[in-house]
């Protein structure tokens, strides 16, 4: 992406310097041909010629001011690190913005529980506001509604999608001149429990282990997993962890202690849901390493949130204990979210959330 920048910086100021010879050359071609009016003939032929050069100077600087006008969307990104969605989103993003002939400034924020280092790069953003047409924001968690970020929001003059996760607990409590472009946790919760409790039932388990792993956010989806899970299979055992930080390696270490105490136990975990795909890869590389020697885990299905290339590959090849993978597609989650803030920066109304539907892959 950088590259193509600086070859696009440098094409457009060859053509310049292309248009900025051509214009002295003409401009040398003139005094050669043009006949100076008597009143004029005394001038001397030096100040004609600054004179003409100058202006031809005047008209190069103002081409060049021309192509280098593009205006500037800030992108503020928490935990940019932990998840290839992310990354993915940021990609599409550049892309639509590219599209509408915008550039993107993007800061990327270490993960931090306290949320400061996002706060002194909000007022940083607010103070150079005027530089920007707009910005975007993914946040690692919901806020209070009266919290920091809500005053932050509301002193922006300029426009501010969030993406990801929604950032206020109800529509009516965005300020004037923001939005949310997202999908749905429930949606995603509810998908993939009616997923995994069609494997189940296929395999005769209406009484299955099942342990449903998240991070520090995202919550809706493991809780509407659970409750809908067990609404299907009400003598599913559904154990919750939140300790997996959405990282592969935790989650590895996370599933392969579980499996280790469900082998001490005498039990077997029959499934896994994830609330990312990182945390899915880890938990499949967990239960392949476990297998090994042991075949009590063999049917162990694995389902992970945002349909990630790596993903979609594992399952492919069919020898994966990862299954499925709830897809979030970034693609239109850029789309929906550049054209809502050209709508905001137009004065035009939109809607406070906008929620993008969510597909189940492998489709069945």
């Not at 600054?50 to 021309?66: G, Q």
């Not at 392969?256 to 499949?284: H, K, P, S, V, Y």
Request: net charge neutral.
């Amino acid at each position: 992406m950088q590259m193509d920048d600086q070859s696009g910086r440098l094409l457009r100021d060859l053509a310049i310097s292309l248009a900025s010879t051509a214009i002295f050359a003409g401009a040398a071609k003139l005094m050669t041909v043009v006949v100076i009016p008597p009143r004029f003939a005394t001038a001397p032929t030096w100040l004609l010629a600054t004179t003409t050069l100058t202006a031809a100077m005047v008209a190069f600087l103002i081409a060049r001011r021309v192509t280098r006008g593009r205006p500037q969307a800030f992108v503020l990104i928490s935990a940019f690190t932990h998840t290839r969605f992310l990354a993915s989103l940021l990609q599409e993003l550049s892309r639509s913005l590219d599209r509408h002939g915008i550039d993107m400034v993007v800061r990327l924020p270490p993960h931090d529980q306290s949320g400061r280092i996002r706060s002194r790069q909000l007022a940083a953003l607010q103070k150079r506001q005027h530089g920007y047409i707009g910005a975007f924001m993914a946040v690692t968690e919901p806020v209070d509604d009266g919290g920091e970020l809500s005053q932050l929001a509301r002193q922006m003059r300029i426009p501010l999608v969030f993406l990801d996760v929604r950032p206020f607990a109800h529509p009516t409590i965005y300020p004037a001149g923001s939005a949310f472009v997202g999908c749905d946790p429930e949606e995603i919760g509810q998908k993939a429990a009616d997923w995994m409790a069609r494997e189940l039932t296929g395999r005769g388990r209406d009484d299955p282990l099942v342990l449903a792993l998240g991070g520090d956010s995202q919550h809706g989806r493991q809780n509407r997993f659970e409750a809908r899970l067990l609404e299907l299979l009400p003598k599913a055992d559904v154990q919750m962890s939140r300790l997996g930080m959405f990282d592969r390696d935790l989650a590895q270490d996370i599933v392969a202690q579980r499996l280790r105490q469900a082998d001490r136990r005498g039990e077997a975990l029959d499934a896994i849901f994830c609330t990312n795909d990182e945390m899915a890869l880890g938990a499949a590389d967990a239960i392949l390493e476990h297998g090994r020697g042991c075949e009590a885990h063999r049917d162990l299905a694995v389902v992970g949130v945002d349909g990630t290339a790596e993903a979609r590959a594992a399952i492919n090849t069919g020898a994966s204990p990862l299954r499925a993978t709830i897809v979030q597609d970034t693609q239109r989650l850029a789309e929906i979210g550049v054209d809502t803030m050209l709508r905001l920066r137009a004065g035009r109304q939109v809607r406070r959330e906008t929620l993008v539907p969510v597909d189940v892959y492998p489709v069945a």
